[in-house]
């Protein structure tokens, strides 16, 4: 995939969060992920050689749209556009990484809690604004932030599970991530690539359902 298509990731508005994958495993596990449905995928800078990971894994699948995750500073942020990523995923706010992202054109998921780091994010410039972590809110609050927010993208994160997609939607999500209780390190370690498979395909398919229902 050439680049960060957001009218794409609208229509197909998953995000997986890949955290400790080695490149033994990065290959299976991206086969998986994009054979279940998945056409964005971010890898976590906290993981081990990430940005030898993130250049592999846009040079052998690049039908795929891979990002750079847990970005905390500019450094980080240029190493990985230079490694190849995409767009940019951050927990929280850097004025320096929105600033370069805003100035290269790169999309940007600015993570925030309360209703001033969201406006104050979504000012920044984001492409969405990272709601994390979204299960200790719930649903509802995705509502209550659409109330006075209802212009502002926001990206649910953290701990959504296959039974809470329908009201995560429903409350005004742009998009949903689903992350390490799919892709967890024991499923890598054990080469469960099969199983995530199965589970993706199921994410995948809830949140198009719901969304077509809008």
Known sequence: MSGFDLAF???KPVLGILRGVDETSLPCVLEAAFSGGLRFLEITLNTANAFSLIKIATQQFPDFCIGAGTVLNLLAAQQAIQAGAQFIVAP???DEVAEYCRHNKIPFFPGALTPTEVEKAWNSGATMVKVFPASLMGPEYF?????????????AVGGIRLDTIPRYVSAGASALALGGSIFSPQRMANQEYQAMQKDITE????VNENYSNI
């Open 9 to 11: 990731f609208e229509k």
């Open 92 to 94: 929280s706010l850097n």
């Open 143 to 155: 509502k209550v932030l659409k109330g006075p927010y209802d212009t502002i993208k926001l990206m």
């Open 203 to 206: 994410f995948v398919l809830a």
